[in-house]
């Protein structure tokens, strides 16, 4: 079965706390594509990055950083020094190579607080 | 570069109704794919066209939702008719391309989504 789990429904932080958003996967394909997506309060979903699994390099785009491991099924997002603005509910997805819809957890929503 | 645009952003109908949503891709991209939120649920996927054509309708809950691809380029999607289990959030996401190589670039940019209220 596919499936991705996002046990933290909402996180509370206050503004320049470091925050780690978690994302566990299942899937038997050895070719996947993981993403994460941001919803913010305007409703659209965002793009915020896509790995594959065999690059398990983490990595790092100014505040964001993701953490990608395959021993544990892991790919876990961290923001660093957190803002107001990135208040807004992040979702973890999963796609396999052989079908190609995003499987998706069911989101984390994230409140910073000035 | 023009995103995914959906319209209308809100719509609220009886039950029985008939409504219909729009999806315009991103220019050139290929796959068309349609999703679903309710209410306290995960984002489920509904359907997905490459061009003109029905890939993978495997999402699609029942046959009160019809989706065409009229030429490949925009998108409806029709329910007809709404039953209350019906509301949500309805996005529409485009790719370029899938193609076989693990370097493919298969993301999927997201519209801003139709929230539908069935009454």
């Known amino acids: 079965a596919q499936k991705v789990t996002q046990a933290q429904t909402e996180i509370s932080v206050v503004e320049k706390e470091d925050v780690t958003l978690d994302c566990v996967y299942e899937?038997?394909?050895?070719?996947?594509?993981l993403f994460w997506y941001k919803q913010p309060p305007s409703g659209e979903l965002v793009f915020l990055i896509r790995?594959?699994?065999?690059?398990?390099q983490n990595e790092i785009s100014g505040r964001y950083s993701w953490n990608f491991q395959k021993s544990t099924s892991s790919f876990n997002f961290t923001i660093t020094a957190s803002q107001v603005v990135d208040s807004a509910v992040y979702f973890c997805?999963?796609?396999?190579?052989?079908?190609?819809?995003?499987?998706f957890g069911k989101g984390t929503k994230l409140s910073v607080k000035p | 570069e023009a995103g995914v645009t959906q319209f209308p952003s809100h719509s609220v109908i009886e039950k029985g109704q008939t409504v219909t949503l729009r999806c315009d891709p991103i220019?050139?991209?290929?796959?068309l794919y349609w999703y679903r939120r309710v209410m306290g649920k995960e984002i489920k996927f509904l359907l997905h066209?490459?061009?003109?054509?029905?890939?993978?309708e495997s999402g699609m809950p029942n046959n009160r939702f019809l989706a065409e691809r009229t030429g490949g380029t925009y998108s409806t999607l029709k329910v007809q008719p709404a039953e209350l289990e019906d509301s949500g959030v309805y996005f529409c996401?485009?790719?370029?391309?899938?193609?076989?190589?693990?370097?493919?670039?298969?993301?999927?940019?997201f519209g801003p989504g139709t929230r539908l209220t069935v009454l």
């Open positions: 996401a485009s790719s370029q391309d899938r193609g076989l190589q693990l370097t493919t670039t298969d993301t999927q940019y």
């Open positions: 899937t038997r394909d050895t070719t996947y594509y």
């Open positions: 790995r594959n699994s065999f690059d398990e």
């Open positions: 997805a999963l796609i396999r190579r052989s079908q190609g819809n995003l499987i």
């Open positions: 220019s050139g991209h290929d796959n």
């Open positions: 066209f490459v061009k003109e054509s029905k890939q993978d």
